[in-house]
């Protein structure tokens, strides 16, 4: 979804946005859910629909 090169949390935030923006994830009728696709999918752990809140934690989960 944001590549491999080392990123700052800041800019991994941003890209994580531009994608989801890209795409047209962000849940129509409640703006606070985010609706995955494959790609997001494997970064949510699977669940196809999270709360912005829930987002930050399952990404972080992903950064070292």
Not at 27 to 55: C, H, P, R, W, Y
Request: aromatic share 6%.
């Amino acid at each position: 979804v944001v590549g491999s090169a080392p990123l700052t949390r800041g800019e991994l935030t941003k890209k994580v946005w531009d994608y989801i923006k890209k795409h047209g994830l962000q849940d129509k009728t409640k703006k606070t859910n985010i609706n995955a696709d494959a790609a997001l999918k494997a970064v949510f752990g699977g669940k196809s629909q999270v709360t912005m809140f829930e987002m930050t934690k399952l990404v972080s989960a992903h950064v070292k």
